[in-house]
Each structure stands twice: as structure tokens, then as C-alpha cells.
């Protein structure tokens, strides 16, 4: 025999409620932690398209797929494996990649501000902080299963202009 709804014991209240519940947090939690992440932008680097306190979302199943120039993406870095960078696609495998003269090339044409915003209080719209006008970077093709990072803050962003082109392997997502 079944029980009927009014002969249901606090236990079965519980299980029936409580299990589905349990279950949508997990499923919930699966989903925030392994394929969109929320960040908190903790430096200057993306400025002025994300300041610093502003929270993006990671999308993780968008680690290679599908990743276009002007794309915001996360990546470990090469160097620190604690250190996470925030930064656009400017090359992808095969690109020609060109500093010269504060402008960055990509395959001959210079970068559009559309795609690659620039900070308005930056005087040096392509160089790293402590750069001279003379330094550049010369033509550089892009490795395969590589790609070329550009900050939008390029006075201050830490990018593939030291770092060179990043291993898609270090790809963690694209910034949703």
C-alpha cells in the first residue's frame, strides 16, 4: 500500500524535497566551478574594458574552440603558476605579429582601437610600463597551438609582449 500525502512522515517531507534540492546544488556547483567560473579582476591590466574589483565570468569550454581575435581570455602564465593573466587575442597559430613604433601589426595591418581598447590615460598606447618610444617588437610569426596576448592597459598589462606567444594549453577560458 502507499501512503497517502496526509500520512507522509517528516522523513519522507525531507527525502522528497530535500533530495532534489540537494541534487539542483550540486548539479549548480559542478556547473559555477568546471565550466563558468566567476573572477574578480584584481589589477589594472584590462582597464578600461574590466577594473579592478569588476567579476567576469570564465567560460571553460572555451578553452580553444571557437576563439577569435579581440577575444578575453584567461590564461596561467608560463612563468608563475599561481599567476593568472587577463588579456585579448591579438594572433592566433601563423599570425604575423608586429610592434613598431607604439603600434601593434597583426599580418601587416595595425590594430584596430575597436577590437583593442586603449586606455585613455595611457600616453604609451602599445608599450609595457618603463618603456622607452624606441623599444618594438620585431615581426614574430605565432607558433602553432599558440596564441598572442595584448592587455588593454598596455602601460601596465602583462602580456605576451614579455611573455611571448602563450601555449593553448594555458588557456583556462574565455571571458563570458
Not at 517528516?10 to 566567476?38: C, E, M, Q, S, Y
Not at 613598431?100 to 602599445?126: C, H, M, Q, W
Not at 620585431?138 to 602580456?159: C, Q, T, W, Y
Amino acid at each position: 500500500m502507499s501512503k497517502s500525502r496526509n500520512n507522509l512522515t517528516i522523513k519522507d517531507h525531507l527525502f522528497r524535497v530535500g533530495f532534489p534540492l540537494l541534487l539542483a546544488l550540486i548539479l549548480v556547483l559542478i556547473v559555477k566551478f568546471n565550466f563558468f567560473t566567476p573572477l574578480e579582476v584584481s589589477n589594472s591590466f584590462m582597464e578600461p574594458t574590466y577594473k579592478r574589483g569588476d567579476t567576469v565570468y570564465i567560460n571553460r569550454l572555451a578553452r580553444t574552440k571557437n576563439l577569435l581575435i579581440g577575444d578575453v581570455v584567461l590564461v596561467k602564465s608560463p612563468l608563475q603558476k599561481d599567476l593568472y593573466i587577463l588579456a585579448r587575442i591579438l594572433g592566433k597559430a601563423g599570425d604575423e605579429i608586429e610592434i613598431s613604433s607604439r603600434e601593434a601589426y597583426r599580418n601587416g595591418t595595425a590594430v584596430s582601437n575597436d577590437i583593442f581598447p586603449i586606455s585613455k590615460e595611457n600616453k604609451l598606447p602599445i608599450l609595457p610600463q618603463g618603456k622607452s618610444e624606441s623599444d618594438h617588437r620585431a615581426k614574430l610569426i605565432v607558433p602553432e597551438k599558440s596564441i598572442f596576448l595584448l592587455a588593454d592597459n598596455r602601460e601596465m598589462g602583462i602580456d605576451s609582449r614579455e611573455l611571448g606567444p602563450i601555449s593553448e594549453e594555458l588557456i583556462v577560458g574565455k571571458v563570458w
